[in-house]
């Protein structure tokens, strides 16, 4: 049986079997078979194609209501920690001396890293300088959505000082090279320390201080999954940062 409710659709958008698939990224065939088969694609391929098409994904295939079966662990999580105070500073500065690729560090400030490590800028050095590629982002001062999280964080104006703080601790490493500095004004969920493929995530949590709320430790295991998900947020935002220089 055909699925005639995107049938209908497509022939009242004027889409092709072809120009949907290019749209959703897929073969024709398998728009074909949604069609004529009622074939239900992955959930992430439906979720665009439905957006594509400008109608509610469950609409166009009822069965995706069904959720999931979950898993007890995603093979992803190497730990889960109560809140990052539990940990010590040199786990992520171990995490970091490892990396022999890129180094992706997104914080608001985290100046407890400089505060307990003072040799953290010569460690991201030694990493540049070993063909590794570095990329910190920390928070603009000046920003509203910063300012914001400081309230609501219970942090008043002292986020906004830490940020300058952080900036002053890693502006040296600006004119690095292999090294990028820049400062974000978003509003962070969540704060990523990323040393090749594993990465440790500061959750952020309303109301907590982000040494008060929990950490996952993460180790890459295939396309898309968790890791990629929080590796393409750093790469949202990286790209509405602004560069700093020496």
């Not at 010569?122 to 000046?142: F, K, N, P, S, W």
């Not at 906004?160 to 004004?185: F, K, N, Q, V």
Request: neutral net charge; glycine residues 8%; aromatic residues 8%.
């Amino acid at each position: 049986m055909g699925n005639e409710r995107l049938r209908a659709l497509m022939a009242s958008g004027g889409w092709t079997h072809a120009a949907l698939a290019t749209a959703t990224g897929v073969d024709p065939k398998s728009v074909e078979r949604w069609v004529n088969l009622g074939r239900v694609p992955r959930r992430a391929t439906a979720l665009r194609a439905a957006e594509t098409l400008g109608e509610d994904v469950h609409a166009l295939w009822p069965a995706l209501r069904q959720a999931r079966a979950a898993r007890a662990v995603s093979p992803e999580l190497v730990a889960l920690y109560d809140q990052r105070a539990d940990l010590p500073v040199s786990v992520f500065v171990d995490l970091l001396a490892t990396a022999r690729e890129r180094i992706d560090v997104l914080v608001y400030a985290a100046v407890f890293l400089h505060e307990a490590h003072p040799r953290l800028n010569d460690l991201l050095r030694e990493r540049a300088a070993e063909g590794c590629a570095v990329r910190v982002a920390v928070g603009d001062a000046d920003s509203p959505h910063i300012q914001r999280r400081g309230r609501e964080e219970r942090f008043g104006h002292g986020i906004e000082s830490r940020c300058r703080l952080a900036l002053m601790h890693y502006r040296p490493l600006a004119d690095e090279p292999g090294i990028e500095l820049r400062t974000h004004g978003t509003t962070l969920y969540n704060s990523i320390y990323r040393a090749d493929d594993q990465a440790l995530v500061n959750t952020h949590v309303w109301g907590v201080n982000a040494y008060g709320a929990p950490v996952w430790h993460l180790r890459r295991n295939g396309d898309g999954g968790i890791f990629d998900m929080y590796a393409a947020s750093f790469s949202a935002v990286w790209e509405t940062a602004r560069p700093v220089e020496g």
